[in-house]
């Protein structure tokens, strides 16, 4: 890597003030990243048990169709750095450095794990564990955190970033995730995805990179698919610009009347959408829990086809296979799924009325909104159950407060306790892209390092 990173060494007067990071997928690894180039006090331990470092869900494929959905100049680690993945890049075989391309997300997982190669070797400044945390005790002068291995570590202060909630695997095995890698399968079998959003779209171009030749169905409600990336002009718009009435009806509005503005401006929706982008956390800040709830049931898939977009390679190839009548959408709710013989059978609900579809493989794609409850993992479990945390009122995530703070039982956020990344999204909704991320890593860095030298 080009970019000269700033290794302070711990201080001699004492020990560095010690991070633990709980995860570390992108949101994790960009954590610990600005925590060591940071001209303080650090010493950072990685607690992941999953996946190698940086990959996470996103980036643990090993498809190389399988694209990122941002271009390649927004997808730096360091804000003040917006060609530093651009660079990266060069140094690797076989890739350019154009900087609207999209590259593999297998490449862009290498590159968040290569950000902490200055540090892999000096375990005074990062130590990264292999194990599971059960438990998190936030009393006493310091933070205790419980690995599965029995392990106990002390820190100053803990970072949760443990990523998007997901189900626990199906133990019917009726129905496969959407990140579990492809299982052998006859080629002219019929395949159904629940849901139709970008990991349907991975699910049919890894089907098709596999040479399969069945009928591929993805179902969902309404039936949308994300839109395609196109050049875009993003319109300028300043808080001064935002709609003082923070009602879903009135936002979703706005929008529209910026993207048709946009059109008879010569340019298109993307313009409007990708310039209202940097105001979303502070328009969802500012709405109501009761408009945050309508705009979940009625605006966000909306919202969301146009926001998260297929690179345009893809997009193709998932026009390739509509053309040819080999995937197909439609529209419908899924109700359940079971095994008759040796086939698997997913019964629906459709607006012609029920219908049952016989399948060789189903694949749950429904996405990454779960409730964290329902689907919480060991520590999430104890988090709640001890009164650390508390799930926030739309039961998307933990409730956390604007500067990252893990709110307790009884309303009160922790100032040593933070969460970052998919798991703070109740209170910033975009937090599950890298711009968002780096960003609010960034700025966590710097509110820590001033707790720390206070």
Same mark, same amino acid.
């Given at each position: 890597?080009?970019?000269? %990173? ?33 001209? @303080? *006090? ?7 048990? *999953?996946?190698?470092?940086?990959? @996470? ?54 590159? %968040? ?12 400044? %990062? ?11 936030? /009393? ?36 496969? /995730? ?9 080629? =002219? ?67 529209? =009347?910026?993207?048709?503005? !946009? ?13 209202? *982008?940097?105001?979303?956390? *502070?328009?969802? !800040? ?66 012609? /009325? ?101």
């Amino acid at each position: 890597m080009t970019r000269t %990173l700033r290794m302070t060494p711990p201080p001699a007067d004492g020990a560095a003030a010690h991070i633990v990071i709980v995860g570390g997928g992108a949101s994790g690894v960009l954590m610990a990243t600005h925590l060591l180039t940071h001209p @303080g *006090r650090f010493r950072v331990t990685i607690v992941e048990g *999953r996946n190698m470092l940086g990959c @996470g869900i996103a980036y643990s494929t090993e498809d190389p169709q399988h694209l990122l959905n941002t271009r390649v100049q927004n997808m730096s680690a360091f804000p003040d750095e917006p060609d530093h993945f651009r660079r990266w890049l060069r140094t690797r075989a076989g890739h350019g450095d154009a900087p609207a391309a999209f590259v593999s997300r297998p490449t862009y997982g290498a590159y %968040l794990a290569d950000l902490l190669s200055p540090w892999q070797a000096d375990s005074s400044r %990062l130590a990264c564990i292999r194990r599971t945390c059960l438990r998190i005790d936030n /009393g006493g002068t310091d933070m205790t955190i419980h690995l599965d291995d029995g392990q106990v570590l002390r820190a100053d202060h803990v970072v949760l970033a443990t990523g998007h909630v997901l189900p626990e695997p199906d133990p019917a095995g009726v129905l496969s /995730g959407a990140w579990e890698p492809p299982a052998d399968l006859d080629p =002219d079998s019929r395949v159904i995805i629940i849901g139709t959003g970008l990991s349907m779209v991975d699910q049919v171009l890894s089907l098709m990179n596999r040479r399969h030749r069945g009928e591929i169905v993805a179902l969902s409600r309404r039936g949308l698919m994300p839109r395609p990336h196109a050049p875009a002009n993003p319109l300028r718009i300043d808080n001064a610009d935002l709609p003082p009435d923070a009602r879903a009806v009135t936002l979703f509005r706005w929008a529209r =009347d910026l993207a048709r503005q !946009a059109e008879r401006d010569g340019g298109n929706w993307r313009d409007a959408v990708d310039g209202i *982008r940097p105001h979303v956390s *502070r328009l969802w !800040a500012a709405m109501p829990v009761a408009e945050r709830a309508r705009f979940l049931r009625h605006a966000a898939p909306w919202w969301d086809i146009h926001r998260h977009r297929m690179p345009p390679e893809s997009a193709a190839r998932i026009a390739e296979a509509m053309g040819m009548g080999q995937l197909r959408l439609l529209r419908g709710r899924f109700l359940e799924a079971g095994r008759e013989g040796d086939r698997l059978v997913a019964r629906i609900a459709t607006p012609a /009325g029920p219908a049952r579809i016989e399948a060789g493989r189903i694949v749950d794609c429904r996405g990454i909104r779960r409730d964290p409850l329902e689907h919480a993992s060991p520590l999430f479990a104890a988090l709640i159950a001890d009164g650390t945390a508390r799930i926030d009122p739309m039961r998307i995530g933990l409730d956390v407060s604007p500067d990252c703070g893990v709110i307790d039982r009884m309303g009160r956020p922790s100032a040593r306790l933070h969460a970052i990344g998919p798991v703070s999204r109740a209170a910033f909704w975009e937090i599950t892209a890298i711009p968002d991320i780096r960003a609010q890593t960034t700025i966590l860095a710097r509110r820590i390092a001033e707790t720390v030298t206070a």
